[in-house]
């Protein structure tokens, strides 16, 4: 069995822009499981008949095991027991060949040696870190986020991990909530095909290999709505938003064959989503017919009783298992009630067993049942985590993921002929920070500050000079002196600023997301020596800064990049690298604005027609209706046109499909990337239509000079909507298309009528 790199990736391969399979395989690696569906069927059933009530109920549990490695402690000592009594179906945060080997050997001594499952928050990569989340989605870059998810689940998979709670695919449109760090962004069609990119990134194209990890959709559902922006909140929608904002990037994942799904914190419509039968079992294993597993949320079990939706823990547990939850994270809920409420006749054992079925098949899936402890080997440990092919394509990653989001007078890239440079600013040294949050076994160390980027890349004739100038947060100006001599003495200023890694991420709700403390004030410092400043920012969100909107000569988003930032942002500021990023969120001007996402803008009845004439309008009276940078922005180091639209056909019926075309033009002086996006409006339907929704997006690379013809399919898929009555129809009649570089920077437009 040799190393088969996904299909997918072969175009990039070929380009040398990602490591070649010799290189990521270096050792034949043990075959996936070849077990036939039939047989692990038969062999759950075996073994469901074995077990007893309580053995059964132990399947359902998992707990967090930072402790159970460790020196003995009481929770130790309970957890270990429950191991051996075969009460425990799954760890989390155990990791590492040594420390999963000795857990799973506590599991074969149970009755009936039924293994575990380890899983870990594996959200941006193991070892090697790659950029977070939401940076990855502005590279509009399938290939590379599954290749990014591969990487992450080799690596893993290679420390003893089988389970990973990712991808996270909520969409995340409001920057106020700490979480939207975690997925996609605001868009509902980039988020599902980013889904699917990183459900097979994760699994491969079969679960079974020992490169590949089971991968989680979560949280099921709606949790990206929670009200204001407040994490763990309650979440009001329309039926119509759920159906077609929130729902369609987890049906992606269920149909790219996601192992298991993880349900939230959120409640949907008064009801938790934890015991939220309509979610659970009338969509995902009734409608879309899932036949993984659910795991709740952390405690969000337990969590019933505190909204105020069960009187207790055993009514939480009934109405959790009832409504389709399978496992109990961390919350020993079904540990203490389940079998009792069987036993009383309050929960049927059919759900019980659907529950543990599901959790069986996917531990025979794995080979665990061949042998448990495929997936901890020393050998392949050491040799996959220091693989110097996974800090490539990291760095590749993180290269795509950066935003230009300003270039005055081409102040970008820096030239081979500067001779100094002042780096500034409170995260131009920090390593910790790029990694940013949701890092579960990277290592300091390895990580590349911006200083030891630029270091590296710019050379022995180039002095780097640098001063701190202030704290991320906090209000002292004590350094700004210094940081302006040292300015005053460099040919162009680079300041690095943003927020630390733990500002952004799960309970990081903020009701203010201006970038903290003084550093807006250090860059008007800096400013005003009228030395040219490129500012870097570093966020795990939107973040609003004003005077650096306004009066830097270049804004370079750098998000969290991860271990590579460092090589990868000097590669980019010396265009080694030409940026291609694109906002997969809008960024507003003020949190007054929000919600601002770009496909919740209508015309109203009373649309603001010119920029401040908004007597009776839907307008403020103190801010623009527009964002400070909208979705799907992004500048490039040359500049592309778009011409020469072509409609196939004026008219199409249901079944047919339109193409529609144009010439992409390269017309700058290097190489680039665009990514060209298509956006629909109905403009007369029975339910009033966002002013533009994105439908499709090709990322094409091209020579200076170069053009090429871009085509997109319309069919009437891409035409319909949920209506009052949640069917999924597309409505006869006109429909306007939009070919742009952004949401707001459309170029072409035209329209096609459905008949
Ligand atoms: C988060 C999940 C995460 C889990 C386990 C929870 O608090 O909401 O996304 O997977 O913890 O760490």
């Known amino acids: 069995m040799t190393f088969s790199f996904p299909k997918l990736l072969l175009p990039l391969l070929f380009l040398g822009l990602l490591p070649g399979p010799a290189a990521m395989a270096q050792k034949k690696k043990p075959a996936p499981t070849t077990a036939s569906p039939a047989?692990?069927?038969?062999?759950?059933?075996?073994?469901?008949?074995?077990?007893?009530?309580?053995?059964?109920?132990?399947?359902?549990?998992?707990?967090?095991?930072?402790?159970?490695?460790g020196p003995a402690n009481d929770r130790k000592n309970t957890l270990l027991t429950s191991i051996r009594n075969g009460q425990v179906g799954s760890m989390l945060n155990v990791k590492g060949v040594h420390d999963t080997r000795e857990i799973q050997a506590e599991a074969l001594k149970s009755r009936l040696k039924i293994p575990l499952l380890f899983s870990l928050d594996v959200i941006h990569g193991y070892q090697t870190t790659f950029p977070i989340p939401l940076a990855e989605a502005a590279s509009w870059d399938l290939d590379a986020i599954r290749l990014g998810a591969h990487v992450a689940a080799r690596e893993a998979a290679a420390s003893g991990i089988h389970?990973?709670?990712?991808?996270?695919?909520?969409?995340?449109?409001?920057?106020?909530?700490?979480?939207?760090?975690?997925?996609?962004?605001?868009?509902?069609?980039?988020?599902?095909?980013?889904?699917?990119?990183?459900?097979?990134g994760f699994q491969g194209e079969k679960l079974g290999g020992t490169d590949a990890v089971m991968a989680c959709a979560k949280h099921f559902a709606a949790y990206g709505a929670a009200t204001a922006g407040r994490d763990y909140n309650a979440v009001d929608l329309s039926p119509q938003q759920l159906w077609e904002t929130y729902l369609p990037p987890f049906k992606a994942a269920a149909d790219a064959g996601v192992a298991t799904f993880m349900n939230s914190f959120n409640t949907l419509n008064g009801i938790p989503a934890t015991s939220n039968a309509y979610l659970q079992r009338d969509i995902l294993k009734g409608q879309w017919q899932y036949p993984g597993f659910v795991v709740s949320d952390w405690g969000s079990i337990k969590e019933l009783v505190t909204w105020g939706y069960a009187a207790d823990k055993a009514d939480a547990a009934k109405k959790a298992v009832t409504a389709g939850s399978d496992m109990d994270m961390e919350g020993d809920v079904y540990s203490q009630s389940l079998a009792q409420l069987v036993k009383d006749g309050r929960v049927k054992i059919d759900l019980v067993d659907d529950a543990v079925r599901r959790i069986l098949r996917k531990k025979f899936e794995l080979g665990l049942f061949d042998d448990a402890y495929r997936f901890s080997d020393e050998k392949?440990?050491?040799?996959?985590?220091?693989?110097?092919?996974?800090?490539?394509?990291?760095?590749?990653?993180?290269?795509?993921?950066?935003?230009?989001?300003?270039n005055e007078n081409a102040t970008l890239p820096l030239g081979n002929q500067l001779r100094k440079i002042a780096l500034i600013g409170p995260i131009a040294k920090s390593r910790r920070d790029l990694d940013g949050s949701w890092t579960v076994n990277a290592d300091t160390a390895r990580i590349t500050s911006l200083y030891d980027g630029l270091r590296q890349r710019a050379g022995k004739a180039t002095e780097l000079l640098y001063a701190k100038?202030?704290?991320?947060?906090?209000?002292?100006?004590?350094?700004?002196?210094?940081?302006?001599?040292?300015?005053?003495n460099a040919d162009v200023i680079v300041l690095a600023v943003g927020e630390t890694w733990d500002m952004t991420g799960e309970a990081k709700s903020r009701t203010d997301i201006h970038l903290p403390g003084v550093q807006e004030e250090l860059f008007k410092a800096l400013k005003a020596?009228?030395?040219?400043?490129?500012?870097?920012?570093?966020?795990?969100?939107?973040?609003?800064?004003?005077?650096?909107?306004?009066?830097?000569?270049?804004?370079?988003?750098?998000?969290?990049?991860?271990?590579?930032?460092?090589l990868a942002l000097a590669d980019v500021l010396y265009g080694d690298y030409n940026p291609a990023g694109k906002l997969p969120i809008t960024f507003p001007r003020n949190v007054g604005q929000i919600p601002i996402a770009y496909n919740q803008q209508y015309n109203t009845g009373r649309p603001l027609l010119?920029?401040?004439?908004?007597?009776?309008?839907?307008?403020?009276?103190?801010?623009?209706?527009?964002?400070?940078?909208?979705?799907?922005?992004?500048?490039?180091y040359t500049a592309f046109t778009y011409s020469d639209l072509k409609i196939s056909r004026p008219q199409l019926k249901a079944g047919e499909s339109v193409q529609v075309s144009f010439t992409l033009t390269n017309t700058g002086k290097?190489?680039?990337?665009?990514?060209?996006?298509?956006?629909?409006?109905?403009?007369?339907?029975?339910?009033?239509?966002?002013?533009?929704?994105?439908?499709?997006?090709?990322?094409?690379?091209?020579?200076?000079?170069?053009?090429?013809t871009v085509t997109f399919t319309i069919d009437k898929d891409k035409l319909a909507f949920y209506n009052s009555t949640l069917e999924w129809v597309a409505e006869p009649g006109k429909f306007n298309l939009m070919i742009g570089s952004a949401s707001d920077d459309i170029r072409l437009e035209g329209a096609v009528e459905l008949q």
């Open 39 to 69: 047989d692990i069927e038969r062999r759950v059933a075996d073994l469901l008949a074995q077990m007893t009530l309580e053995e059964k109920v132990g399947q359902l549990n998992q707990y967090s095991g930072r402790e159970v490695t």
């Open 163 to 200: 389970w990973t709670f990712a991808p996270m695919v909520d969409v995340g449109r409001d920057p106020r909530w700490g979480r939207v760090m975690e997925g996609a962004g605001e868009d509902t069609y980039l988020s599902a095909q980013i889904a699917r990119a990183r459900v097979l």
């Open 380 to 406: 392949r440990e050491k040799q996959v985590l220091n693989d110097p092919q996974n800090r490539a394509a990291a760095r590749q990653m993180a290269q795509k993921s950066l935003v230009l989001l300003k």
């Open 469 to 488: 100038g202030c704290t991320v947060s906090g209000d002292s100006r004590a350094g700004f002196d210094q940081a302006v001599a040292t300015a005053k």
């Open 529 to 566: 020596t009228g030395k040219p400043v490129v500012v870097v920012v570093f966020g795990g969100r939107p973040l609003i800064f004003d005077a650096i909107a306004e009066q830097a000569d270049a804004i370079l988003y750098a998000w969290w990049p991860g271990s590579e930032g460092g």
């Open 610 to 636: 010119k920029p401040g004439e908004n007597r009776y309008r839907s307008a403020y009276i103190d801010a623009p209706n527009t964002p400070r940078y909208a979705f799907g922005y992004g500048l490039s």
């Open 670 to 708: 290097v190489a680039g990337e665009e990514v060209a996006q298509l956006y629909l409006r109905d403009p007369v339907a029975s339910l009033v239509r966002p002013l533009r929704e994105l439908k499709d997006f090709r990322k094409i690379s091209l020579k200076p000079g170069e053009s090429k």
